[in-house]
């Protein structure tokens, strides 16, 4: 089977991971970091705003099973893409709303896909999510993966 990956950032990574890990196509989501000047951050470097990271879910993918173009829909719909910096109650830049494609092909999807939006749902306010090659991607601790499964906060609730 042949895998691709995928980075997006949506503010806290929980509920992005959970989500994707809820999408039929999706074989991994791993909760980390990306977009940063440092390495080998931690949860608490990311934390003070100063690494330059965001938190971010690497959704690992079956192309014939789900599209890059679906995985895009998936993101656009769990959080507010319009908010900078800020994901509910969670405010700082590395909460905020970012893809970063992998290939030359998801960059120019990931564009057509933010042009569409735009005219459409937002057209009274401007979408503030960055699109940027992707960087180093750092796994984040393991206690952040699969949290709400590790909580039970899945078991009888929809993301």
């Not at 990306?34 to 330059?52: F, H, L, R």
């Not at 009274?124 to 709400?148: N, S």
Request: net charge negative.
């Amino acid at each position: 089977m042949l895998k691709e990956k995928g980075l997006f950032g949506a503010g806290c990574f929980w509920s992005v991971e959970a989500v994707f890990r809820k999408t039929r196509g999706v074989s991994e989501a791993i909760c980390g970091y990306s977009g940063g000047y440092t390495s080998n951050p931690t949860y608490d470097d990311v934390c003070t705003g100063k690494t330059g990271h965001a938190e971010v879910v690497q959704v690992e993918y079956d192309p014939s099973q789900i599209t890059y173009d679906a995985l895009l829909d998936v993101f656009w719909n769990c959080h507010n893409p319009i908010t900078l910096n800020k994901q509910g109650p969670d405010i700082g830049s590395q909460y905020r709303s970012v893809i970063f494609f992998c290939t030359a092909e998801q960059e120019i999807i990931a564009n057509s896909s933010k042009s569409k939006l735009q005219p459409g749902r937002y057209q009274h306010e401007t979408i503030v999510t960055e699109i940027l090659p992707a960087t180093e991607f750092y796994r984040a601790e393991e206690y952040h993966q699969k949290y709400f499964e590790k909580h039970s906060l899945m078991k009888n609730h929809d993301v």
